[in-house]
């Protein structure tokens, strides 16, 4: 049965040609990945999971992170976290991460006012936790007058942008799982951490140790879409009566799950977030050469954070968008993407150097 071409009458509200570095969110969908919704659209599926497509990506999900890993997609990260820490406590369970986490600090309170979870926070210089800062809250247990430590919640790459070694992750986990906590990996960008290690996902994940992780899509060039995914199925309970509970079951699941099928069935999660990183390490390289620019944190993934003077970040964001990181400060935040080009880079850069030598704004 012959199909007309599909038409629209919505119009396109922005310039397609404007770049920036605020965030791999603000970045488009992976042309592959549109190509994959379309080839799950027409005809009927079951609803709520139960499709051909997220049964398929079981399999899918196995190849990477072994025999016993469980996919259940969600709308996203947030809600990938809430469900997945909610998975793996009980209702006076706590918390243990890094105070720079996303959950603590990027989350709206969300993992404590609708998970019903206490966080326990711990500063760290580099967004990492080892196993001496989690014992600084992996205390009172027993005691019923305060939370019980049950996870400890790990972000790879973090927010800081740093990345964990394999070894550093294996230490946790070891670590926790002595002390009868789980191991909880937010892996929003979990790929530009295997492009930046070189090893496959398995290796810091389930071959460390790691319980459960949410899995991140979005900013790898999917439309919408995260996955938790649960590794040791004997630590994790309820999970889909969870993520029903938590808003995050989707009816119409097929056009979550096959976007992680067109991205791990094959390598374009690794070439995408290889390229994501290659560009922040360009973009380091040009900026470190302009005096007054200073790259203060170490780029292992696809975010670079300089300091610089703040009158020249504001005008540099009138015509590229990125964000204040810390402003007392006034160190900021510039995030490649998987369509960042290297004429991207340079542009900015360029941009940057201009905006160093152009002297104070006129009062």
Not at 91 to 119: F, Q, T
Not at 251 to 260: I, P, T, W, Y
Request: proline share 5%; aromatic share 8%.
């Amino acid at each position: 049965m012959a199909h007309p071409a599909p038409v629209t009458d919505a119009v396109r509200h922005h310039d397609p040609d404007v770049r920036g570095f605020a965030s791999d969110n603000y970045a488009g969908v992976h042309p592959e990945i549109l190509a994959a919704v379309a080839l799950a659209n027409g005809g009927h599926q079951v609803a709520y999971g139960e499709d051909d497509y997220t049964g398929h990506l079981q399999e899918v999900f196995r190849r990477h992170f072994g025999p016993r890993a469980e996919a259940f997609p969600v709308f996203n990260g947030t809600g990938a976290n809430v469900v997945g820490l909610q998975s793996v406590t009980e209702r006076w369970g706590a918390v243990i991460c890094a105070a720079s986490a996303h959950i603590n600090v990027d989350e709206c309170g969300a993992p404590e006012r609708v998970g019903g979870l206490k966080l326990l926070t711990v500063p760290t210089p580099d967004g990492k936790l080892t196993p001496e800062l989690i014992d600084r809250e992996a205390w009172g247990f027993d005691d019923e007058h305060r939370a019980q430590p049950q996870v400890v919640s790990i972000t790879q790459t973090t927010e800081l942008g740093t990345c964990y070694t394999p070894e550093e992750i294996r230490a946790i986990c070891d670590h926790a799982h002595e002390r009868g906590l789980t191991v909880h990996l937010d892996g929003s960008r979990i790929a530009n951490a295997a492009a930046t290690l070189g090893v496959p996902l398995a290796e810091f994940t389930t071959d460390a140790g790691v319980d459960i992780l949410s899995f991140g899509g979005t900013k790898n060039g999917l439309l919408f879409g995260e996955c938790v995914v649960v590794l040791n199925p004997d630590r994790v309970r309820a999970m889909k009566h969870l993520r029903k509970l938590s808003m995050q079951l989707a009816s119409k699941m097929r056009f979550v799950s096959v976007q992680f099928e067109a991205l791990l069935a094959g390598d374009l999660w690794l070439r995408s977030a290889g390229h994501a990183n290659a560009m922040a390490q360009r973009l380091a390289a040009a900026v470190r050469g302009i005096e007054g620019v200073t790259v203060v944190r170490p780029v292992q993934a696809n975010a670079v954070f300089a300091i610089l003077p703040r009158e020249v970040s504001e005008r540099l964001q009138k015509s590229y968008r990125f964000y204040f990181w810390d402003e007392a400060s006034s160190e900021v935040r510039w995030m490649c993407s998987f369509d960042t080009t290297e004429e991207d880079v340079d542009s900015f850069a360029a941009a940057v150097a201009e905006e160093m030598t152009a002297g104070p704004s006129p009062s």
